[in-house]
């Protein structure tokens, strides 16, 4: 165990479903990522959030909305997904300082499939 | 560009030798370096950090930067089946809103 759990590990939803993907993280940490992991691509960065504000949107589309209610529990909601937008989506956590190392942890991942 | 290259593989060596898992980075400004490994449908796994150029070891994995030719390297000496994995490496500036720069990953097979 990494300190990163994601929930649910495996999620197979319809283009017209709304579902959300869960993160929490036991580490201590004040920053979280969702990332896409997609086949012989590099991990895409899509939503950063540092001391629970969103720093980062890398242009996602607006079909996934990230929610950070607190520091340790991080959501991706989704909804009127294609079916390109199946893949690992994998949530990690880091503590940020101004001078210090980003080292991120991650969870195991929820597997999506769009059908 | 501020990306980092790794070839994908797959990597197949037997089972004993010493891997060797490269990667090349063109950002100079990059001060801290990562190998993660993923086990297939797991996410991926810290194994080691190194913010300096030289060697870092921690039991069969070592480490090594060099940040004058820009090039990272991961060996693992006494390899076992349980090594085969997805190695990725990933590099970082430092300080906040830090972003990680990942590369694509190799997958590596060790053959019994």
């Known amino acids: 165990e990494t300190g990163v759990t994601q929930t649910p590990r495996h999620l197979v939803m319809g283009m017209t479903n709304k579902k959300s993907l869960k993160c929490e993280q036991h580490l201590g940490h004040n920053a979280m990522y969702w990332y896409k992991q997609s086949a012989k691509k590099p991990l895409e960065l899509m939503f950063v959030?540092?001391?629970?504000?969103?720093?980062e949107n890398n242009s996602v589309p607006s079909r996934f909305s990230p929610e950070c209610p607190n520091s340790s529990h991080l959501f991706l909601h989704l909804h009127t997904l294609q079916p390109e937008d199946s893949a690992l989506y994998l949530c990690?956590?880091?503590?940020?300082?101004?001078?210090?190392?980003?080292?991120?942890?991650f969870g195991a991942g929820t597997r999506l499939s769009v059908l | 560009q501020k990306e980092v290259e790794q070839d994908p593989g797959p990597l197949s060596v037997p089972e004993g030798a010493i891997v060797s898992l490269n990667c090349t980075y063109s950002?100079?400004?990059?001060?801290?370096f990562m190998w993660y490994r993923q086990y297939s449908r797991k996410g991926p796994e810290l194994l080691m950090y190194?913010?300096?150029?030289g060697n870092k070891e921690d039991g069969r994995f070592t480490a090594q930067v060099d940040k004058s030719s820009k090039y990272i390297s991961l060996f693992i000496r006494d390899s076992q089946p349980s090594d085969s994995a997805t190695y990725l490496c990933?590099?970082?500036?430092?300080?906040?809103?830090?972003?990680?720069?990942f590369g694509k990953g190799t997958r590596l097979h060790i053959l019994p």
């Open positions: 950002n100079s400004a990059f001060q801290y």
């Open positions: 959030y540092s001391l629970e504000e969103r720093v």
């Open positions: 190194t913010y300096s150029s």
């Open positions: 990690a956590s880091s503590q940020e300082s101004v001078k210090g190392k980003n080292i991120q942890y």
């Open positions: 990933a590099a970082g500036e430092g300080g906040r809103d830090d972003k990680i720069i």
